[in-house]
């Protein structure tokens, strides 16, 4: 692990070339317009939901949704919750988009087939010295890793046919295609995962908040009416805490999710790196005698 920590130390640069920043500028406009596109669709979606579902009449007494819930009419008490509920349902549609959205993305950054048997077989190509078909293989997996892994490769026959560098300065020239192709993928990849963390701190204050305003109208309705009313009281806290629940619920599906993308993304570092660091080696392993003669 040292050794190539050595050789890599830093599979994300802050600098990539000049020459590659506009794809990640272009797409990264797309990905932002998806974002908005996204939150307004589950804010409309949440409202449909908060009034036309948990209000609807038929889930209250009297046929009214501004009378009591039907006895264990769980969406009618959430209605009851008031007007936190429909940012809370919000937050937790947008975490339930942008995880499904992450999950397709990570899943064709992958490639077609395993990371693990693409990156072994690379390897056996390296070894015989097969460069060509080491290429062929990344055009067959696809993906991000392959995309690196397939530039380092073209740098690899590019810098093998260099005979006015010596072999340190190949190996780097090698290095850092691999860094800037990875800079330019990885982006992506974490993409949206700044939202799902938003989420996941936002979400039990704001259903806390809630809590708080539904408590501060239970007391107030309860020194209006003059007589304490336990059933009222505690049917007013339990609309009250409504929103807590939401918001918790929503904060912990937000953790999981980003734990869980956030753990892909560095399983396919990994493997970036072990298969830049193949590359890199077996350069200096072949082409090093030449590289110290010239």
Known sequence: MEQKNAVNPSARPNTPAAPKAAAPAQSSGGASLFSVIAI??????????????MGAGSRFKGGVNTNDPLPGDYLATMYKGGVIVPFLITMFLCVIIFAVERALTISKAKGSKSIESFVRSVR????????????????????????????????YQEMGAEHTMNTDQRVLAIQKEIEESTALELPMLEKNLVIISTIA??????????????????????????????????????????????????SALAIVGYNYFTSKIDELTYSIDEAGFSIIQTFAAQHGSKGQES
């Open 124 to 155: 056996q190509r390296l070894n015989a010295n097969d460069i060509s078909g080491a290429i062929a293989l990344c055009d067959q997996q696809k993906g991000s890793v392959a995309n690196v892994v397939r530039a380092g490769l073209k740098k």
């Open 40 to 53: 307004i669709v589950a804010f409309v979606l949440a409202e449909l939901i908060f009034h036309f579902v």
């Open 201 to 250: 701190s936002v979400a039990t204050l704001t259903g806390l908040l809630g809590t708080v305003f539904g408590m501060i109208k239970a007391f107030a309705a309860l020194a209006q009416a003059g007589n304490p009313d336990a059933t009222a009281l505690a049917s007013g806290i339990s609309e009250a805490l409504i929103n807590t629940a939401l918001g918790i619920g929503t």
